[in-house]
């Protein structure tokens, strides 16, 4: 039997003391204020939690948000988790600025979906509330609940409570849109220790699912922990899925490690962003415009960070309109492509939320460069799907290219969902696999690039150059180890853009060269290379240092290096006899002492890490030591 359905998240929203906890407690039985405060005053501080089942079976997971001003961080992260709203109004006050702002908050949050209850009818005759009803329908037209039934019922007296479960068992009925296949989070709106479970998270799982045994991680801070257990209204499960509210009892982090904000995600699915690209809207109730750059508080999830917002292609957003920004915020969030979030600012005395919006990229570079192909990439993916969407930020990530994982926490799906995806970017070579670099992708925008850098290099050598000389002196290469440019000179070759003939490149149709022709800037190329010993400059350096041109040099280093007269160790060249007296020195000593240590070889070496580090790395490969921990051997 395939397993129950997840319920359908329904929050409450409205203005302080209009009755929506004693109608959650009403319908469900479940008193939502647990707080000592919350009783003494009589209004909801923190965020509470019931569920409902209704006449046909059908569970409904409620999420009571306080409703007073002060509170709205509390509401804004419970919003975050809602699926339909259930929007109270009481009859006797009618409509209030909270109900206004909460309006405004679940339309920024994507929430289009809901009942409304005006409440507390058995305070007011019939005339009033006519009136309070005709002022809510003049509050919800032109938003998502303009259609939305309005249901008078009072939680004192039962009066049309049964209209309105009618009315939720109608909307948990109605079709949803499906939730978006993401990786699994949980944003943690509950954090506690209990006895004989340890740490307790509790949030809405949204994407994938949690099961008992996943590692997880907890965002920004990045704290790794196990799932002990799992639990859906108050019972053990095998899985939490997503549109769950769950509990995540967690082994392995201690209480001081997780807080309410944090973002639980398996354990390499999801990366926190420092800056992100999105969809700006500003409320058209906003008193005044967005300006260019401003400072504002970003709500999302669970969680609040200040935020600069940086409107792209525009001077400023007038009330009512929706531009593309770039958002520097405070610190990491665990944010995916699709989520929403609230912007919030002071204004008239009081902190207000001034808009919101969609996000669109994520892990973006803090620094803002060149704002109009940002824009052009923002206008492109606000549109896109999941296959353009992975092609524009391959193309965005440039020569250095992007793994699996991390293409897929900025297109926002779990990476095994990523396979079908690169299969079809890669069949119409949108993309290629550089598979000995770590899986790393190259988008097809980034290889036409270096594609260009290595033919113009190519066009001006006097002679081809070895792959390795190549990499090291084309600027876009630099990113790349040599597996990786190697795949690249393949990929080229096959399409015919490029030819290989013992591991030097050259352009379809290139002739060798004339050797002969270069003999004197070989001669001074060998001498420096010589008098250099265990120190040589790099190609370019080296170029510069004999004022010559650099492909020049770089085909100079190729037949060396062809003729045995020079020995590429990573990206730099050593002369022959240079590498020939140091592996007999180092022979020598190890024969002596049986092993050497890394602080040994500095010594033997004589010179710096960055030459010392290659050239330990070249005898092991030419399997003349072996490394054994954190000292080396003959093999």
């Not at 939690?49 to 009571?64: E, K, Y």
């Not at 975050?80 to 709203?85: K, L, M, T």
């Not at 492909?551 to 280093?557: D, F, I, K, Q, R």
Request: glycine share 12%; hydrophobic share 50%.
């Amino acid at each position: 039997m395939p397993p129950d359905p997840a319920p359908l998240v329904i929050g409450t929203a409205g203005h302080v003391d209009h009755g929506k906890t004693s109608l959650v407690r009403a319908l469900t039985g479940i008193d939502t204020d647990r707080l000592p405060e919350e009783k003494s005053r009589g209004i909801s501080i923190e965020l509470g939690f019931a569920h409902l089942t209704l006449p046909d079976g059908r569970v409904l997971a409620l999420v009571d948000a306080p409703g007073h001003e002060r509170f709205v961080r509390t509401m804004v992260a419970g919003a975050s988790g809602y699926e339909a709203v259930l929007l109270v109004v009481a009859a006797d006050e009618g409509v209030m600025p909270q109900t206004r702002e909460h309006l405004a908050i679940c339309a920024l949050l994507g929430i289009r979906r809901g009942v409304v209850a005006l409440t507390k009818i058995d305070r007011v005759d019939p005339e009033l509330q006519a009136l309070a009803a005709d002022e809510l329908g003049e509050a919800l037209r032109g938003t998502a609940l303009a259609e939305a039934p309005v249901i008078p019922c009072s939680a004192r007296d039962g009066r049309g409570l049964p209209a309105l479960q009618a009315a939720l068992q109608a909307l948990a009925a109605a079709p949803a849109a499906a939730r978006p296949a993401a990786p699994a989070r949980l944003a943690t709106d509950r954090v506690f220790v209990a006895r004989g479970f340890g740490v307790v998270a509790t949030g809405t799982v949204s994407g994938g699912a949690f099961r008992p045994d996943d590692e997880v991680r907890a965002w920004p801070g990045g704290a790794r922990a196990r799932i002990r257990r799992v639990e859906v209204r108050g019972q053990a499960r095998d899985a939490a899925p997503a549109g769950e509210r769950a509990a995540l009892a967690l082994q392995g982090i201690g209480r001081a490690e997780l807080a309410r904000g944090e973002v639980l995600a398996l354990d390499g699915e999801v990366l926190p962003s420092a800056a992100i690209e999105a969809e700006v809207t500003w409320l058209a109730a906003a008193p005044a415009p967005l300006a260019a750059s401003a400072r504002l508080t970003l709500h999302a999830l669970t969680t609040q960070e200040e935020a600069r917002v940086h409107l792209l292609g525009a001077r400023g957003l007038e009330p009512g309109q929706t531009a593309f920004a770039h958002l520097r915020l405070g610190r990491p969030v665990a944010l995916l492509p699709g989520d929403r979030f609230v912007l919030r600012g002071d204004g008239g005395g009081r902190t207000r939320t001034w808009g919101g919006g969609r996000v669109l990229r994520v892990l973006v570079s803090p620094r803002r460069r060149r704002p109009l192909r940002a824009l052009e990439r923002l206008r492109a993916l606000a549109a896109a799907g999941e296959d353009e969407q992975a092609r524009l930020e391959l193309d965005a990530a440039g020569t250095g290219g992007l793994t699996r994982a991390e293409l897929a926490a900025r297109v926002g799906v779990p990476s095994a969902r990523l396979s079908g995806t690169l299969d079809r970017l890669l069949s119409r070579q949108a993309a290629l696999a550089l598979d000995g670099q770590a899986g790393r992708l190259l988008g097809a925008g980034a290889l036409a690039r270096l594609e260009g850098a290595i033919r113009r290099a190519l066009a001006a050598a006097a002679a081809p150059p070895a792959r390795e000389v190549l990499r090291t002196s084309v600027p876009g290469a630099r990113g790349l180890d040599a597996r990786g440019f190697a795949a690249v000179i393949a990929a080229l070759v096959r399409r015919g853009r490029l030819a290989e003939v013992d591991q030097t490149v050259r352009l379809p149709g290139q002739a060798p060269g004339n050797d002969a022709g270069n003999d004197a800037l070989a001669a001074r190329v060998l001498g420096a290379l010589g008098a250099a010993g265990l120190t040589p400059a790099g190609p370019a350096e080296l170029a510069a240092a004999l004022g010559a041109p650099a492909p020049a040099v770089s085909a100079v280093l190729a037949r060396a290096i062809r003729r045995g007269e020079a020995v590429p160790v990573g990206a730099l060249v050593f002369a022959r006899p240079a590498v020939d007296d140091l592996r007999e020195r180092l022979r020598a000593f190890l024969a002596a002492h049986g092993v050497i240590t890394t602080q040994q070889w500095k010594a033997l070496v004589g010179q710096s890490r960055k030459y010392a580090i290659p050239l330990a790395a070249h005898f092991d490969a030419e399997k003349v030591t072996l490394r054994v921990g954190e000292v080396r051997r003959l093999r």
